[in-house]
């Protein structure tokens, strides 16, 4: 079992490696961008690759970005020494759960609740 100190460890780390992927994600964007302009190609097939291709970068941000804010979140009850509670019962969630996902806010229970609930797509 992982000790508090390990945990909180983990997510700091965690946070420095997510804040590097998005640094390098930003990059690979600007320098992307400067390659298309005055690019001579104006073929459909061209546009639509890059159009596919911001897309993906898009949504790749956007699941650094979430990941950055569920490990700040983490982070700032370690702060409050609230870590380690469920957000929505309050009961302590389960020492295995923080090991394998250290920013975990709820617990098994409480999170196959909230699985349920989410309406599935037709």
Not at 11 to 31: C, Y
Not at 33 to 48: I, L, T, Y
Not at 82 to 95: A, H, L, R
């Amino acid at each position: 079992m992982a000790t508090m100190e390990q945990l909180r460890a983990k997510l700091e780390h965690d946070k420095t490696q997510v804040l590097e992927r998005l640094e390098l994600l930003k990059a690979d964007g600007l320098s992307a961008g400067d390659m298309r302009e005055g690019s001579p190609f104006g073929k459909r097939e061209e546009e639509a690759t890059e159009a596919f291709e911001l897309e993906k970068r898009m949504a790749m941000e956007r699941r650094l970005r979430e990941s950055l804010a569920e490990i700040t979140r983490a982070l700032a009850k370690f702060d409050a020494g609230q870590y380690g509670k469920c957000e929505s019962c309050g009961n302590d969630i389960e020492p295995n759960r923080l090991e394998a996902r250290p920013q975990a806010s709820l617990c098994m229970r409480c999170k196959a609740q909230q699985t349920k609930s989410v309406p599935s797509a037709p």
